[in-house]
Structure formats: C-alpha cells, structure tokens
C-alpha cells in the first residue's frame, strides 16, 4: 500500500494520541521527581500534538479539494460539482470531521495556553498539562478508535455522495467552528480550575488567569449560536430562529452556565467569595460543553434508535462524560474543605447579592433545559413511552426567568460591590423606573394585557435605561472632574475602564437581542395563503403580489422560483424571490426564504407547493425587530472586544492596598 | 382595519394586474394557536404548522375541519392525544411521566428563593454592615465602579 496523503493524516492523528498520553506521564513525574525538564518535554509534546493534528487536519482539506474519493469521508460528504468554499467547510460537515476540528481546536489553545501561562503559573502547569491532554486522549481516542475521518473506501467511487444541501450556505458553513471555538475555548478555564484544586490552592490565582479565556469562549459561545439562529432564520423557512430544538438547547447549556461563571469568577476577583460555586460553575460550563458536543454529534437526539445502531461510540461517549463528572465533582468534594469563603455578604442590596441570584437564576434554566431536553430520552429508553418536550413548554418556563434576568441585568453594574443603601438604589433608578413605568402605561393603552409580556417592553427599557445611566455616570465624573469635553471624557473612560464599559456594552447588546425576541416573538404576523399570478396579499400594510413563477437550474441543483413584488401606500418598493431547490444526488428538496430587512422589521416569503393548475401556496411573514438580534450580537461583540483588551493583572487602582497575593506561591 | 387594506390593496392592484386580493381566513390564528402546539409525528420536533410533511398537512387539515366546528382547543388537542399518545404533544402533560419536567423547575425555583431568604436572614442577624458602605460614591467610584 503506497503512502497516501489520508494516511499519513491517520498516522499523523495517531501519534498525537500517543503523545498525549507521553505529556501527561511525563507532567506527572515532573511534579514527583521535581524536574522541570520533564515538564518542557511534557510542553513540548503538546505544541508537536498540535503540529501532528494541524497536519491530519490539512490532509484531510486537501483530500476534500483534489476530490480524494478514496477517504471514505469525502465521498460521503463532498461532490465533483460542489463549489470549493462548501469542500473546505465540508471538513465540519459531518460527525467524524467535526470532532477532528474540536481536537485541532483543543490542540491550538493547549499550545497558546502553555505559550501564554508558562511561566506566570509553573506551580499549575503540570496539572494544567495533565488535564487538557487528558482531554485531547479522550477525543483523539475516539476519533482514531471509533469515528476515524480517514477511512478509505474501496472501490473508490466516481463521484461523492455531496455535502448535506441544508449545509452548503455559508451561514452554516461558519456556524459550527465558531460554536466549536467556544466549547473548546472553556476547556482552558476548566484545567485551570483542576490544576488549583489539585494543588490546593483555590484562590484567585486561576480566576485571575482565565478571565480573558472565559471572556473569549462566552463570546465565541454567542457568536456561534447566533449565527446557528440566524443560519435557522434565512434557511430553515419557517418564520423563526430559535425552535427549542434539542440541538439548538445542547448549545445554550453551556452558554447558560458559562454567562453564570463569567459574572461570579469577579465577585471572586474583587471579593474574594463564591470558590466552590465558581470552581462548580467552571465544572458545569465544561461539562455541559461536552454534554452538548457529544448530543448533538452521537445522533441520540434524533432517536434513541440511532444512539443504538452504533453503541460503541455512544456508550464511549456516555464513559467519557461520565469520567469528566466524577473527576470535576468529586475534586470539589475532596477539597471542599478549602473552599471556604474569606468573604461574606454584607448587605442584600449589592452587586455580589445581584450577581448570585443571576447565577442562580441562569442556573435553573441551565438546569430546565438539561431535564427538558433528556428527559424524554429518559422516559424512552426506560419506558418504552415516547414524550414530545418543546416550543410551548421551554416557552412557559423559561421565559419568565429570563425576563427576571433581563431585569437584573440592570442591577448588578450599576449597584456597588458590598452594598448600597435602599434609598439611594431607589434614587439611583428614578430614570429607568420612570422608563419602565412609561413602557407599560404604553403597553396598556395599545390594549396589551398578558402580564409576561408588559414586563418583557418594561424590561428592556427599564435596562436599556439604567445601562445607558452607568456609562453617562462615568463619563460625566471624568467630564467634571477632569475639565475635559464629553467627548474627551467618554474617550478617556473607554480607553482607561476598558472592563466596566466592556461589560455595560455587551449588557446594551443583550438589551436590543432581548428587544429583538420581543419583538418578533410577540408581534410576528403571518399569512398562509393559495395565491396565483397576479394574486396580492396585506400583511403589516404591505401588498405583496405574485408575479412569475418560474424553473431554475443551477449544477448543483434544479428548482422553481416565485417571484413576489412587494408596494406600500400605491409606492413598488422591491421584489421578493423565494425559491425551492432539489438537491439530486441526495435527493433532497430544501426551500430558500427570500427576506428584506426593514426599519421596523422584515418581510420574509417562503414557497410551499403548487398545485398542477398553477396555484401556489405562500407563507409570508412579518417578523418585527428580528434585524435587533443581530445588531445586538454586533454590539456584544464589540463590548466583549473591549473588555478582552484589558489585561487583568496590569492595572490596579492605586488608592486601595494591592490584593494579598491570594494563593499565588511565590514564584 | 382589514376592509382598508382590502381596499387599499385592490386600488393598487387594479392598475397593475387583475389579481385578486387573497387573504388568511379569519379561523386561521386559532389554527395556528393549536397547530404549533402540536408535533408532527414522523419529523424531527417540528409542529404540524411548520413540518412540510404529508402527515403533519393532514392533521393540519383535520385541526382546520374542527376549528370549523368549533370545537375548543382543548377538545382538538385531546382528540389528537387519543389518537397519538402523549407523544403529539409538544407541551408535555403534568399527569403521567410528564410532571417531573413541571415540578422540578418549580422546586428549583423554591430552592432558589429558599437560599436567598436564608442569605438574607443572615445578613439581618448579623446587622447592618458598618465602614465605607454608606459613604457616597468618590468621583473614582463613579467613573469607574470597577466590576
């Protein structure tokens, strides 16, 4: 057998797992026989293990660009015909290329870790070494032993069987790497905490660390499910973007929880509190990164059935997860001693109280969402019954929390660490109650009455009000005190208090995504309607009018376009061409939503059938302020960019004594 | 409202082509309340309204003949229970194996509201914090109430 480009990708793969294993012997005795060689060596492995596992993943491109139909895994996923953009991201386009990219993922941030940490924390590095190559085993071993992407395939095919068409658009084409990005990206933090708990010493030395890391994943975590949303909403056709899909809950997990580790890891930064419930957090976060990895890629969730037809790969899924629990949970047990806090709550009127009940409430949907979407697995496999967990129910529960959150949001930025007394809070909020008060006196008198939905309006702009306060407050202080224009002060204060503005940005940005989910959850119009040529329908004051119905043909496809001209007040204002395509190869039929986004919301036609007397069937929504969700992750990205140029540990304000070097050896 | 959109919409058509002005029946928001309420058996958690399968059109069609009749909501989705199972439903019910799903958000909000009532009373035991709570906020405090 001659050496092919695939095997060597394999062979390549292969000796990654083996150098796992090598680094993690060798961190091992670095720390027994304190020899520190040992422990470069054990450094040096991991950086080759992401040079091994860059080069399997580039085998594996390669093999997708030249049309390599002898890897088993390009000709089930990739064509003659596909455009080269959908070959390259066709590497993620299925389970065992997915999971290549989750290794190399875990390789690269290994490598910048050791990289960027060496030599701040050498106490640390050896348990940190140990636990993320522990993890890289994990997933090499199963890449190599059960989902190996490098499979060859005899007799080699003339052509392959194409990517998934739902796949081929680069919306999904960007999706998964960027929600991969951040599950990965929390398995820094996580080895972190492990290496603290290991050695003991669970102080602020691994919060401090891992506040960019965390930052980072919680923003690739966002980005990536708003893309998956916004992928949902323009290609998927059916009006929305969030469906309660078990696929879709596996991804807000870990986001859920990691939103809670963000926010508590401060109170112990700045207080010195909550050690067990930010090294629990950073465990659930993990955890519930690999639950969502190993769901969404064991094929359970499409029937328990599937999970069965291969029950190696699910049953090595279920040990590993179930490993990573026993050995997260029980080093908090085993060290719950020292976990003690140093500090205590003060007053129920601070930002500390503010910050543990958002944890707790993200906690409960964290947990909500967990039991809905594996409970009727659950049921299934033990009682042979089936149950449907979905939209309605994940609506009525989660919901209400997420409106109490949306309220807190405001809270904890703008009350100060120990607390606030009761009157100066309420003065504090004159603006934002008055707002809030406003909203719903607003609510009313449009004859709005559900109570969820007057607090959801009164929340956004009870936040969007006290946000907008915190960031004038700090910018008027540095405009009075520093005889500087407005600008200036606003200049100066976005430059120097890169985290606090950071933060009241990205709260701004999750303001408008939550005006947004209003908006199109509440006040959504749509209009199922037979129509033929020259037939119009109103929806939202537009007159939308068939026009043409015609064929299209494409190489990768065939289908019928509709085309639809849209007026408003007598005015033509634009066309919309929605279109249904067949996919031949694997025969698949997949619709194409034509949307426009306006001001106050967009239009958005989907095809569905004709009938052989020409007559079309069209579902034409209105979906107000969807276009906010995506402004709003703009602004998130923006704020989280800010706070993530800030270094933690460079400046400290002068006035206070610096922070004990808290479990920090001396080193 | 309609009527001048009807109305509207006809005056603008009228020039442009001989189309007719087609609208949604009026019955069609309650079908929608049902329909999304309802999976569609043989897809992946889809409700029937959006599932472009043939089963989910049917029972699309027979939630249309009894909205019709005017029957309640209710009374359409126990018919398809009956016929279905539990399974139909996208909201579980509370009585069989579907109450654990109800009840354990419902305790863990309890024991959320239980902590922090303990917290609190704590804190009320302990008395007020003393020192540098009360003081106003400094200029610093202001600009930068570092988090």
């Known amino acids: 057998m001659i050496l092919t480009w695939a095997k060597l990708g394999q062979v390549a793969t292969s000796l990654a797992l083996v150098l796992c294993l090598f680094a993690i012997a060798q961190a091992v005795l670095s720390v027994r026989r304190a020899s520190p060689a040992r422990l470069t ?70 490598a910048a870790a050791l990289w960027l940490h060496w030599r701040d924390h050498p106490l640390s590095m050896p348990w940190i070494i140990v636990t993320l190559a522990a993890i890289q085993f994990g997933f090499l071993a199963f890449i190599v032993f059960l989902s190996n992407p ?16 739902l796949l081929q658009d680069p919306g999904l084409a960007f999706h998964p790497p960027v929600l991969y990005l951040g599950y990965v990206g929390f398995a820094v933090p996580f080895a972190f905490a492990v290496a603290s708990l290991i050695r003991g010493q669970v102080g602020l030395e691994w919060v401090t660390a891992v506040r960019r890391w965390t930052l980072f994943a919680w923003t690739a975590l966002t980005s990536g499910i708003i893309f998956g949303g916004y992928w949902a909403y323009y290609e998927l056709g059916w009006g929305g973007y969030w469906a309660w899909d ?29 050690r067990t419930w930010n090294v629990f957090l950073v465990i659930t976060t993990f955890l519930l990164t690999l639950l969502g990895t190993f769901l969404v890629r064991s094929g359970v969730l499409t029937s328990v059935h599937a999970f069965a037809v291969d029950p190696g790969r699910g049953a090595y899924m279920l040990g590993f997860l179930f490993v990573a629990m026993v050995v997260g949970y029980g080093l908090i047990i085993w060290r719950a001693e020292m976990l003690e806090s140093e500090g205590e709550l003060e007053s129920a009127l601070s930002r500390e109280t503010a910050i543990l ?69 309420l003065r504090h909020f004159r603006a934002p109650l008055a707002v809030a008060a406003l909203a719903v006196t607003a609510c009313l008198a449009i004859g709005l009455r559900a109570p969820l939905t007057v607090l959801a309006i009164a929340g956004v702009g009870f936040t969007a009000t006290a946000t907008l306060g915190d960031m004038r407050l700090g910018i008027a202080a540095r405009h009075r005190s520093g005889g500087v224009s407005w600008l200036g002060a606003a200049g100066i204060v976005l430059g120097r208090s890169r985290r606090r503005f950071g933060g009241l940005i990205v709260h701004l940005g999750m303001v408008a995504i939550a005006a947004g989910m209003v908006g199109s959850g509440l006040f959504q119009s749509q209009a199922t309607v037979e129509m033929r040529r020259g037939d119009s329908v109103a929806i939202a004051g537009y007159i939308v009018t068939l026009r043409d119905l015609e064929n299209i043909t494409d190489p990768n496809y065939r289908g019928r376009r509709a085309t639809f001209s849209v007026a408003r007040d007598g005015q033509p204002l634009f066309e919309l061409a929605p279109e249904k395509r067949f996919y031949p190869i694997r025969e698949m039929t997949t619709t194409e939503v034509a949307l426009r986004q306006l001001w106050g919301g967009d239009l958005y036609a989907v095809m569905g059938d004709e009938s052989p007397d020409g007559r079309l069937v069209a579902r034409i929504f209105w979906n107000p302020l969807v276009s906010w969700i995506w402004a709003g992750w703009a602004i998130v990205l923006l704020g989280a960019g800010l706070s993530l140029s800030e270094r933690t540990r460079t400046r400290r304000s002068a006035r206070k004594p610096a922070p004990e070097p808290e479990g920090v050896p001396a080193e | 409202m309609r009527h001048v959109l009807i109305l509207i919409a006809l005056l603008l058509a009228a020039p442009l082509d001989a189309g007719a002005l087609v609208g949604e029946d009026p019955q069609e928001a309650r079908v929608r309340e049902v ?68 009840w354990i958000p419902a305790l863990l909000a309890v024991g959320g509201a239980g902590l922090g009532l303990v917290l609190v009373r704590r804190l009320k035991r302990r008395g007020p914090a003393a020192g540098p709570l009360r003081n106003p906020l400094s200029v610093r405090d202001l600009e930068e109430m570092e988090p």
């Not at chain 1, 490098?150 to 068409?165: E, F, I, K, Q, W």
């Not at chain 1, 949907?365 to 049921?379: D, E, K, N, R």
């Not at chain 2, 599932?51 to 009374?75: F, I, P």
């Open chain 1, 41 to 110: 060596a054990a450094r040096n492995a991991m950086y080759a293990n992401f040079v091994l596992l860059s080069l399997g993943a580039a085998t594996l491109i390669h093999a997708f660009v030249t049309s390599d139909f002898s890897v088993a895994y390009v000709a089930q996923n990739s064509n003659l015909d596909l455009p080269l953009l959908y070959r390259l991201t066709a590497l993620w386009g299925a389970h065992e290329g997915s999971l290549l990219l989750w290794a190399w993922y875990l390789a690269l941030f290994t």
């Open chain 1, 150 to 165: 490098y499979l060859s395939l005899t007799p080699v095919p003339a052509n392959g069987r194409d990517l998934n068409p």
């Open chain 1, 246 to 274: 078990p696929v879709e809950n596996a991804s807000l997990m870990p986001w859920l929880a990691g939103t809670a580790l963000l926010h508590s890891m401060m109170v112990q930064e700045k207080r010195r509190m909550f």
């Open chain 1, 357 to 425: 009940a958002n944890s707790v409430l993200l906690l409960i949907v964290a947990a909500t969402v967990l039991i809905g979407t594996l409970f009727p697995l659950a049921v299934e496999v033990f009682t042979g019954q089936k149950l449907s967990v979905g939209a309605p129910y994940f609506n009525t529960v989660v919901v209400p929390i997420m409106v109490a959150l949306l309220f807190l949001m405001a809270f904890s930025p703008s009350i100060p660490w120990r607390g606030m007394a009761p009157a100066r809070v």
């Open chain 2, 35 to 102: 329909a999304t309420q309802l999976r569609c058996p043989v897809c992946q958690s889809e409700n029937i309204l959006d599932s472009h399968s043939g089963t989910a059109r049917e029972m699309l069609d027979l939630v249309r003949e009894q909205t019709a009749e005017g029957r309640s909501n209710a009374e359409i989705m126990s018919f398809f229970q009956t016929r279905y199972g539990d399974y139909v439903l996208l909201s579980p019910p509370a009585s069989g194996p579907g109450f654990v799903i109800w």
